[in-house]
């Protein structure tokens, strides 16, 4: 985790940026840090290690285009992908599920999605596998990125100068969050495979 915290200084704002869009477009960004990049970025912001701006900056322009990026690839190489029955991870029934979720949530979906691991990851592409319009899913993708690379940081930022020297339990704070953010998903994936399981 130390290591996060010298990308972070090292690579500055655009080792920022290019994690966020990873994370947020590329379907094998799934294991890059998100929610803990963001509160390590916002306490350092916090020490006076970086800007507040220039890292929110960042984020939020890296969560635009990578979003924009995995819905392409969702658009244009969704079907190929998801067409094999044997895949694991890339399911066929999994575009007819994203596209009853599109058809329910549609906002919620993308806007949410932001603030759960691997699932943010997963629903751009998803959304362009669906054929969600992309004007709208651009409005909703702008809302989500502005409320989660905006919302995040100045959060921690602010925590950072409530709390003296909180920056310097960075590691701990990334940990925590990231077992509180991982929770649900184990939950899902348990009560998926419970109900997989039953005659």
Do not use: C, H
């Not at 929110?56 to 979003?67: D, I, T």
């Amino acid at each position: 985790m130390s290591s996060l915290i010298d990308v972070i200084l090292s690579a500055s704002y655009l080792g920022i940026f290019f994690i966020v869009f990873a994370e947020t477009g590329l379907l094998v960004g799934f294991f890059l840090p998100g929610d803990s990049l963001l509160i390590a970025a916002g306490l350092l912001a916090a020490g006076g290690k970086l800007n507040l701006g220039g890292v929110m900056a960042a984020v939020v322009a890296g969560a635009l285009l990578g979003n924009t990026a995995g819905y392409f690839i969702g658009q244009r190489f969704g079907p190929a992908v998801f067409r094999n029955q044997n895949s694991r991870f890339f399911k066929p029934e999994y575009v007819q599920e994203a596209e009853k979720f599109f058809v329910k949530y549609g906002a919620l979906a993308v806007i949410l999605a932001r603030f759960v691991p691997i699932v943010r990851t997963l629903v751009p592409t998803l959304a362009g596998v669906s054929r969600m319009p992309f004007m709208l899913y651009t409005l909703y993708n702008i809302i989500g990125a502005v409320l989660w690379g905006v919302g995040l940081t100045a959060l921690s930022y602010y925590l950072g100068q409530l709390i003296p020297d909180l920056d310097r339990y960075i590691l701990l704070i990334v940990a925590v969050v990231l077992v509180v953010s991982v929770i649900p998903i184990v939950l899902k994936f348990l009560q998926a495979r419970k109900g997989a399981v039953k005659p």
